[in-house]
């Protein structure tokens, strides 16, 4: 197995590259489990330590993607409270009884 990157290198990478690494690391874990249950494989702290990898890359790729929902959902259209004529917004206020 080859050394993981840090989670800093991880952070630099691209959301394409996140989620080719994400497949990647599925498949070497799939087989080093496999490798396991039959037998071959000696080492089975692999499989923990390529889960906590996959973890630590689906978590930052969900960073990166909610930042740039953020970014292109913010940057295309104002609040829409500032849009709204002062008329709209009391029509929008419940009577109070």
């Known amino acids: 197995m ?7 290198e991880t952070r630099k990478m691209s959301i394409e590259d996140l989620r080719s ?3 990647t690391i ?8 496999l490798g396991v249950e039959l037998s071959k ?3 089975t702290s692999q499989v ?8 630590q890359i689906l ?6 993607m909610q930042t740039n ?4 959902s913010s940057a295309s259209s104002e609040s829409p ?3 709204l004529s002062k008329k709209a917004k009391a029509s929008k206020i419940p009577a109070q009884s």
């Open 81 to 83: 409270t500032k849009s």
């Open 69 to 72: 929902q953020k970014s292109t």
């Open 2 to 8: 080859a050394k993981l990157p840090t989670i800093t």
């Open 48 to 55: 923990k330590k390529l889960r906590k990898h996959l973890a």
């Open 21 to 23: 690494e994400a497949a």
């Open 59 to 64: 978590t930052v790729l969900q960073e990166k």
């Open 41 to 43: 494989e000696k080492d």
């Open 26 to 33: 599925r498949r070497e874990a799939a087989r080093i489990r």
